[in-house]
């Protein structure tokens, strides 16, 4: 397994072939760009254990989580954190 962050601030918007996408377990948006406030997603070339198929809709990509969640709004992630995420978060390929 070669473990590939996604760009720091960036949502990726594919994943290359032979990849599979994952992200962590902190509350995020439905466009929370990958190290904002702890978020954190990543490629690699297999899924990792316990890994399940995540139907958040986070970056609108198939991916893979460690439990069940769901994209929270700006507004929740702003009211929890005091940070704004911009619906209007730059894409880019993982
Ligand atoms: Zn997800």
Not at 46 to 53: L, W
Request: proline residues 7%; aromatic residues 10%; charged residues 20%.
């Amino acid at each position: 397994m070669t473990t590939r962050y996604v760009e720091a601030f960036r949502i990726p918007q594919s994943v290359g072939a032979g990849r599979v996408l994952m992200h962590n377990h902190i509350r995020h948006t439905i466009n929370h760009p990958n190290g904002i406030n702890g978020f954190r997603a990543w490629t690699d070339s297999k899924r990792p254990p316990g890994f399940q198929s995540c139907r958040c809709g986070w970056s609108g990509l198939p991916h893979y989580a460690r439990g069940a969640f769901k994209c929270d709004t700006p507004a929740k992630i702003k009211q929890l954190t005091g940070v704004y995420i911009p619906r209007d978060a730059k894409r880019k390929a993982a």
